[in-house]
C-alpha cells in the first residue's frame, strides 16, 4: 500500500470507493442523512455493505428519501407494497423498522430540536479522530457505540446494535476510522 492509498475496503468497488471518497467519515449534521443512513446501516445487518449500496437508490425511492415524515406515516400496506417490490432487502422487520425509526427519530427531534443534536451530544459535539496504521486496529464496535446502542433502543429504535451503530458513527463522521495513511482522514483534509 502506498502512503496515499485510500482506506483498503473502498477500493474493489468503484461504487464503495465513491462513497469513501464523497461520504465516508464526513462529519454530517443534516438529520435526513442521519437517518438514511441510520437506516441504511440497519438494512446491512448479516450483509454486505456493497449490497446495501447497490440497493441505495431504491431504498430512497421507496422511502421517500427518507423524509421522516413521510416514513412515520406509512402503513402496513405501503410496508407491504415495499417488500415486495425488491428493490430494497425483502427483509419484513427491516423495512417495518424504518417506519417505528421515523416514530422514534420524530420524538428525538421534539426532545434534543434536531437527529443531528442528540448523535453529536454524546461527543461533546467534536468527532472521534483515530490515527489507525492497518484495517486490523478498528474495532466492531466500542464502548460509544454500545452506549447510543442501549439508549436508541430504550427509545424505540430497530437494528441498532453496537456494531451496527458503530458503523453509523463512522458513516456520519462522528469517529474518523480512515487510515492515518488515506488522503480522506481528517489530518490531510
Not at 496515499?4 to 464523497?22: F, G, K, R
Not at 416514513?71 to 405501503?78: F, Q
Not at 417495518?96 to 454524546?122: D, H
Amino acid at each position: 500500500m502506498t502512503e496515499n492509498e485510500i482506506c483498503p475496503w473502498a477500493q474493489s468497488d468503484p461504487n464503495m470507493t465513491h462513497y469513501h471518497n464523497t461520504e465516508w467519515g464526513r462529519p454530517s449534521h443534516d438529520d435526513t442523512y442521519l437517518f438514511e443512513m441510520l437506516n441504511l446501516e440497519g438494512a446491512q445487518a448479516g450483509l454486505s455493505w456493497r449490497t446495501i449500496l447497490n440497493k441505495r437508490e431504491g431504498y430512497r425511492r421507496a422511502f421517500h428519501h427518507f423524509d421522516l415524515d413521510r416514513c412515520a406515516a406509512l402503513s402496513e400496506s405501503d410496508l407491504e407494497a415495499i417488500r415486495e417490490k425488491g428493490e430494497v432487502v425483502r427483509h419484513p422487520q427491516k423495512i417495518k423498522a424504518v417506519k417505528s425509526n421515523a416514530l422514534a427519530a420524530l420524538k428525538i427531534q421534539e426532545e434534543f430540536g434536531s437527529l443531528s443534536a442528540y448523535f453529536w451530544q454524546f461527543t461533546d459535539h467534536h468527532p472521534i479522530i483515530n490515527h489507525r496504521q492497518q484495517s486490523s486496529q478498528i474495532p466492531a464496535q466500542d464502548e460509544l457505540s454500545v452506549q447510543v446502542s442501549k439508549d436508541l433502543k430504550k427509545r424505540g429504535f430497530k437494528f441498532v446494535g453496537p456494531v451496527t451503530i458503530y458503523s453509523f458513527l463512522q458513516a456520519i463522521g462522528v469517529i474518523d476510522d480512515h487510515l492515518i495513511t488515506c488522503p480522506y482522514h481528517t489530518d490531510h483534509r
